[in-house]
């Protein structure tokens, strides 16, 4: 190991710690607010107020002296002046104030609301973040502490927020295999806290390092990167995620909308998410974008292959559009996208025809906050129109049978993903070899399959020789609940055909 690695590796694990003693610091006073019944997520969603109102103060001191986002009066120092009842109201106002305003502010305090009853305890809260210079410290450390907290709110399950928060080591993997380069354009159209984006652009950071022009560095934090999400909560905290790590600009990145509404115009050079699970949709939305309560549940979109209530399908099929030509997708999706029948079908041979669907990783159960999910990784890229498919080969890389994987006794790890970066062979994937975990099948095979069924194994499971490695009971419960909801979509489509023939 040079000195120079070795210094790196010093100054990584000195971060780490640092943003580590952090994160418990605020982590231990969200106990005590718990007391008042703020919840994990309440008090992220205070903090991002906080902590945006104390940067922007220390921003506009020397040595920055940048002129403050925050108009006069709304500011971090009339926070810091106030106490008791008086305390109380200036924050209302404040949040209040800012979610009318513009841009980048008006994102963040969109729908802001003061969830910290107790003026002592804001009061609190509000010295304990005064304590830290966070303009002094590098975007890494701004952007692992947040991240922490994030992290932190996903474990908690009664929050919920777990169904936003991707494994980490999946996301680094995806990303590397996928390569992101300089001047090309990234979209999630589902976008939860923004671990895509993030891992994104440090690739291209580290990657590009020495070579990033001016103008690169400039397309990298204003113009590389775009998503959505349906909750506004869910984008305030990637929008404070991404501008942490240094990502922002007077307009937002992020947006709040329904992504599957309509298709926006825009086309991106790469697309990287994971759409929320879930077979439903809320609402029917017509072409127009306008939404009709109906009993179907559909989106009636022209640049769909299929109508279906199923939000994979739908998801699936709103990436394909916003791929520009040439552009690549890494897409997690549940196991259903790879069987079900009916529009489910027309969807896998359409986009094997007219993509080049080239790799499927099939991620084994334990990864996610909700129990039991089986999902997948599936890559593809847009090709121009042409009679012949563009699928030649899918390979597929079986990473769930045998492994066995729980969020706190044995998470997923960086190097329990590095065989199928190595299999994968990102440099050049025309040149792949199979293996016991990655074989390859033809156009052929995977169209002739019944339905062009992509649920495909090989491997065997060991035997099970004692109950103690059966899954946990809860497990089993959001298994048996996935199959029976898919069962009754099933039916519901069927009665639905069913009638529309009388």
């Excluded at 009842?85 to 209302?92: D, K, M, N, P, T």
């Excluded at 998470?411 to 040149?431: G, K, M, S, W």
Aim: charged letters at 25%; glycine letters at 6%; proline letters at 4%.
């Amino acid at each position: 190991m040079n000195l120079n690695t070795h210094c790196r590796k010093r100054v990584i694990t000195k971060m780490s710690n640092e943003s580590a003693t952090i994160v418990q610091k605020l982590w231990n006073f969200c106990n005590v607010l718990r007391d008042d019944g703020v919840s994990y997520g309440d008090y992220v969603e205070q903090l991002t107020y906080l902590l945006f109102l104390k940067l922007a103060d220390e921003q506009s001191k020397l040595p920055t002296n940048t002129s403050s986002k925050i108009p006069s009066g709304l500011d971090w120092e009339s926070l810091r002046k106030e106490s008791g009842a008086a305390l109380e109201e200036q924050y209302v106002t404040i949040l209040r104030k800012l979610s009318n305003e513009k841009g980048l502010l008006g994102v963040i305090f969109r729908k802001s609301q003061n969830r910290i009853q107790t003026p002592a305890h804001l009061q609190r809260l509000i010295k304990l973040i005064d304590t830290e210079n966070w303009s002094g410290m590098t975007a890494d450390i701004k952007g692992t502490i947040y991240e922490g907290l994030l992290q932190k709110n996903a474990e908690d399950t009664k929050s919920g927020a777990g169904q936003y928060f991707t494994p980490r080591p999946l996301i680094k993997a995806i990303v590397e295999v996928m390569q992101p380069k300089p001047m090309k354009t990234i979209c999630d159209p589902a976008c939860g806290t923004g671990g895509f984006f993030l891992a994104a652009y440090e690739y291209i950071s580290e990657n590009y390092r020495t070579t990033l022009t001016r103008d690169q560095k400039k397309f990298l934090r204003f113009d590389t990167f775009a998503g959505t999400d349906i909750v506004d909560n869910v984008v305030r905290l990637c929008v404070m995620n991404l501008y942490l790590h240094g990502i922002d600009g007077a307009e937002s990145p992020i947006t709040t909308n329904d992504s599957l509404g309509k298709d926006p115009g825009n086309r991106y050079d790469m697309v990287l998410t994971n759409p929320p699970f879930g077979t439903k949709s809320s609402v029917t939305i017509t072409t127009d974008g306008e939404k009709r309560s109906t009993a179907s549940l559909t989106y009636e979109r022209d640049d769909f292959w299929a109508t279906t209530s199923n939000k994979q399908f739908n998801f699936l099929q709103h990436i394909k559009t916003i791929l520009k030509e040439d552009g690549r997708a890494a897409v997690v999706l549940p196991d259903n996208v790879l069987f079900e029948r009916g529009a489910g079908e027309t969807i896998r041979r359409q986009l094997l025809k007219l993509f080049d669907v080239h790799t499927l990783l099939r991620l084994p159960t334990g990864l996610f906050y909700a129990q039991g999910v089986k999902a997948n990784v599936l890559f593809f890229d847009k090709r121009p129109a042409r009679e012949k498919p563009w699928t030649q080969k899918m390979w597929i890389y079986d990473l769930r049978t045998n492994k066995k994987f729980t969020l706190k006794t044995n998470p997923l790890r960086d190097a329990d993903l590095q065989d199928f970066i190595n299999v994968y062979n990102p440099e050049n994937r025309h040149q792949r070899v199979e293996t016991e975990r990655f074989h390859a099948f033809s156009y052929e095979e995977l169209t002739k399959r019944e339905h062009a069924n992509l649920d495909i194994f090989w491997l065997r499971e060991d035997s099970v020789e004692d109950l103690e490695n059966l899954p946990s009971p809860e497990v089993l419960a959001s298994q048996i609940t996935q199959n029976l909801e898919t069962a009754l979509e099933l039916f519901q489509n069927i009665q639905a055909e069913l009638g529309d023939n009388v």
